[in-house]
């Protein structure tokens, strides 16, 4: 798998036409921009072409496509996403261009072949692959060929996006003590602010993560992040992620120990919302529902001490219902259901979890 890494960056050249989707949250954020500063380095300039869809959206849209087509690209990279949920696009790709996929979601099909590199960290003999976030990967990996260490609190960020510190500690701790930053309150830091800088704009909308990205490319420094047009974002998603944690508190509905939350919000804060109020309670299933004013829910869940793999849940309680999809990591996954099908989901988690 190293091998075939390798060859495939020794192989990059300066007049490849290059694309790069990455899925629109801190890690795939800081895993992306990681990718372009390493290719910069490597042959000169970095990605020709930059797409991402909606966070979830696994599928690569047929419009998408269109563009690596009308650009005349040759090699896509893709992070974060775990592409092979959809194989179909993915082969359709492979037909002009090459393709190297560096994900840590579940495996759902291994896609290597003469023209798709895809590695994941089960592929390097990794038994935690939801804690080897993609932007350490791509840090790691691209580490094998050029000195990335100035940006090493991009891989730091996204270790922090997945919550996966715990297993990174002292990478962690050397960002912290480069920066002079208190080691012992991480998310409180520098790190965990510039962090929630980034997650702030694709939860603010769609229209705003072109910026974000450029904001995160163009930065050498955290303070770079943190005297940008981000902290705009992070002021209003921080107001409203402060109020949906209040009304949690109040209004979620419990059964042993499975917690149901639904709420209003227009901006996508269930997931950032699952995160923080799971990790008080480590033991317990979180199935945060979301009504942001479209015809279908869009639903967060979370088990922090695996008892329950939650991405096998969502995809069975999904399963077959019109327009569903859900899936991600086991501690953290999510989805969407049409507003019609909610009480089907329901149902068959209580059923599948033996609550009924
Ligand atoms: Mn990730």
């Given at each position: 798998?190293?091998?075939?890494f390798?060859?495939?960056?020794?192989?990059?050249k300066?007049?490849?036409?290059?694309?790069?989707?990455?899925?629109?949250?801190?890690?795939?954020?800081?895993?992306?921009?990681?990718?372009?500063?390493?290719?910069?380095?490597?042959?000169?300039?970095?990605?020709?072409?930059?797409?991402?869809?909606?966070?979830?959206?696994?599928e690569?849209?047929d419009?998408?496509?269109?563009?690596?087509?009308?650009?005349?690209?040759?090699?896509?990279?893709?992070?974060?996403?775990?592409a092979?949920?959809?194989p179909?696009?993915?082969?359709?790709?492979?037909l002009?261009?090459?393709?190297?996929?560096?994900?840590?979601?579940k495996?759902?099909?291994?896609?290597?072949?003469?023209?798709i590199?895809?590695?994941?960290?089960?592929?390097?003999?990794?038994?935690?692959?939801s804690?080897?976030?993609?932007?350490?990967?791509?840090?790691?990996?691209?580490?094998?060929h050029?000195?990335l260490?100035?940006?090493?609190?991009?891989?730091?960020?996204?270790?922090?996006?997945?919550?996966a510190?715990?297993?990174?500690?002292?990478?962690?701790?050397?960002?912290?003590?480069?920066?002079?930053?208190?080691?012992?309150?991480?998310?409180?830091?520098?790190?965990?602010?510039?962090?929630?800088?980034?997650?702030?704009?694709?939860?603010?909308?769609?229209?705003?993560?072109?910026?974000?990205?450029?904001?995160?490319?163009?930065?050498k420094t955290?303070d770079?992040i943190?005297?940008?047009?981000?902290?705009?974002?992070?002021?209003?998603?921080?107001?409203?992620?402060?109020?949906?944690?209040?009304?949690?508190?109040?209004?979620a509905?419990?059964?042993?120990?499975?917690?149901?939350?639904?709420?209003?919000c227009?901006?996508?804060?269930?997931?950032t919302?699952?995160?923080?109020?799971?990790?008080?309670?480590p033991d317990?299933?979180?199935?945060?529902i979301?009504?942001?004013?479209?015809?279908?829910?869009?639903?967060s869940?979370r088990?922090q001490?695996?008892k329950?793999?939650v991405?096998?849940?969502?995809?069975?309680?999904?399963?077959?219902l019109?327009?569903?999809?859900?899936?991600?990591?086991?501690?953290?996954?999510?989805?969407?259901?049409?507003?019609?099908?909610?009480e089907?989901?329901?149902?068959?988690?209580?059923?599948?979890l033996?609550?009924?």
């Amino acid at each position: 798998m190293f091998e075939k890494f390798d060859k495939f960056v020794k192989n990059l050249k300066e007049e490849d036409k290059i694309a790069l989707f990455f899925d629109p949250d801190p890690d795939g954020i800081s895993a992306g921009v990681l990718l372009t500063k390493s290719l910069k380095k490597i042959r000169g300039k970095g990605v020709d072409l930059v797409l991402f869809q909606n966070h979830g959206e696994l599928e690569i849209s047929d419009v998408n496509i269109g563009k690596l087509v009308e650009k005349e690209i040759n090699k896509v990279f893709m992070v974060d996403l775990a592409a092979d949920q959809y194989p179909e696009k993915i082969e359709k790709i492979a037909l002009f261009a090459e393709l190297c996929i560096i994900d840590h979601h579940k495996v759902y099909q291994d896609m290597n072949s003469d023209k798709i590199l895809h590695i994941k960290p089960q592929m390097l003999g990794d038994e935690n692959p939801s804690s080897y976030v993609t932007a350490k990967m791509v840090y790691d990996l691209f580490s094998r060929h050029i000195d990335l260490s100035d940006f090493d609190w991009l891989a730091a960020i996204g270790i922090i996006g997945d919550a996966a510190w715990k297993r990174w500690r002292s990478f962690v701790d050397k960002v912290c003590e480069k920066n002079g930053l208190d080691k012992n309150k991480v998310l409180e830091s520098k790190i965990g602010h510039t962090m929630r800088a980034i997650a702030s704009a694709p939860e603010f909308g769609f229209d705003v993560i072109q910026e974000c990205f450029d904001v995160v490319n163009d930065a050498k420094t955290m303070d770079d992040i943190e005297n940008s047009s981000l902290i705009r974002y992070r002021k209003i998603i921080g107001d409203a992620l402060y109020m949906a944690v209040k009304d949690y508190r109040i209004n979620a509905k419990r059964l042993d120990d499975l917690i149901f939350y639904q709420f209003e919000c227009k901006y996508s804060i269930g997931s950032t919302l699952s995160t923080r109020v799971s990790f008080k309670e480590p033991d317990k299933t979180v199935i945060v529902i979301q009504d942001a004013g479209e015809e279908f829910y869009r639903i967060s869940l979370r088990r922090q001490d695996g008892k329950v793999k939650v991405n096998d849940l969502v995809r069975d309680a999904l399963e077959g219902l019109d327009g569903a999809n859900g899936g991600g990591h086991a501690p953290a996954a999510g989805g969407r259901v049409l507003k019609k099908d909610l009480e089907i989901f329901k149902e068959r988690v209580l059923k599948i979890l033996g609550k009924k």
